[in-house]
C-alpha cells in the first residue's frame, strides 16, 4: 500500500536559518505529491504540490521537487521566519485518496 | 480553489452525546470526504461523501458511529454518535478541486473536546 514517511521533529531553527524536512514515499503507481502546512489554531492549507517526476512545487519561499529515483519529495526554504512556525504535512495521492505523513512541527524563535 | 467552510469551528461536547459538523463548499464538486486528526496525530481519513449514496467508510470507521450524508454536490454533514474521550479530535471536511489539477483542499476543520 502506499506511505509516506517524514522526518520526526520537533524542529526548532533561528529566524533566517534554512529549513530542510525529509520526506519519502512508498506507492503502488505514480501519485501526486503534495505538502499541506497547518498553522497554530487553523486548519490544514495546501503549501504546494508536484504530479509527475522531476516537477517542482513552490510556494511562499517554500520548494519542493518530485524525486522519482529516490521516492522523495524534501520540502526547503531558504531563510525562515517566525511566520513559518508550524505543522507540516507530507502526502501523496493516487487518486482521490490521501496518505499522510506523521507531520513535522517547525518552531522558528526571533 | 475551493472555499470549504464547517460548522461548528469548536465545540466542547458531553459524553454520550451525539454532534453533526457540517461542510459547506462554495461550488460544485464531485468528490468529498470527512478526515480525523486526533491530538498531536496525522489525519486518517474516515469515509467519502458520495452524493445519492451510502458514503464509503475506511477501515476502522462504521457508519453507526460516524452517519455521513451527501444531499448534493455543495454540503455534506457527518455525525459523531455516543461521543467518548476518545473522540476529541480535529475533524476535516475536504474537497477534491476538478479545477484545481485535482488538488485537494481542506476547511478550516471542527474542535470537538468531549468531556
Known amino acids: 500500500g502506499n506511505s509516506v514517511t517524514q522526518m520526526e521533529g520537533p524542529v526548532t531553527l533561528s529566524e533566517e536559518a534554512f529549513l530542510t524536512i525529509n520526506c519519502t514515499y512508498t506507492?503502488?503507481?505514480?501519485?501526486?505529491l503534495f505538502w499541506y502546512v497547518q498553522y497554530p489554531g487553523e486548519g490544514l492549507q495546501l503549501l504546494l504540490k508536484?504530479?509527475?517526476?522531476?516537477d517542482k512545487g513552490s510556494n511562499k519561499g517554500f520548494e519542493a521537487t518530485y524525486r522519482k529515483e529516490t521516492t522523495s519529495f524534501h520540502l526547503e526554504k531558504g531563510s525562515v521566519q517566525v511566520s513559518d512556525s508550524a505543522v507540516y504535512f507530507c502526502a501523496l495521492s493516487e487518486g482521490y485518496k490521501l496518505s499522510f505523513g506523521a507531520g513535522t512541527t517547525v518552531t522558528v524563535r526571533a | 480553489s475551493a472555499v470549504i467552510s464547517q460548522k461548528p469551528s469548536r465545540d466542547i461536547c458531553q459524553r454520550g452525546t451525539s454532534l453533526t459538523i457540517q461542510c459547506q463548499v462554495d461550488?460544485?464538486?464531485?468528490?468529498m470526504f470527512w478526515y480525523r486528526q486526533q491530538p498531536g496525530q496525522s489525519l486518517t481519513l474516515i469515509a467519502t461523501a458520495n452524493q445519492g449514496s451510502e458514503a464509503t467508510y475506511e477501515s476502522g470507521f462504521v457508519i453507526d458511529k460516524f452517519p455521513i450524508s451527501r444531499p448534493n454536490l455543495t454540503f455534506s454533514t457527518l455525525t459523531v454518535s455516543n461521543m467518548s474521550p476518545e473522540d476529541s479530535s480535529i475533524y476535516l471536511c475536504?474537497?477534491?478541486?476538478?479545477?484545481?489539477?485535482?488538488?485537494?483542499?481542506f476547511g478550516e476543520g471542527s474542535w470537538l473536546t468531549v468531556v
Open positions: 506507492a503502488t503507481g505514480y501519485p501526486s
Open positions: 475536504s474537497v477534491e478541486d476538478s479545477g484545481a489539477g485535482n488538488t485537494i483542499y
Open positions: 508536484a504530479t509527475k517526476a522531476d
Open positions: 461550488s460544485q464538486v464531485t468528490m
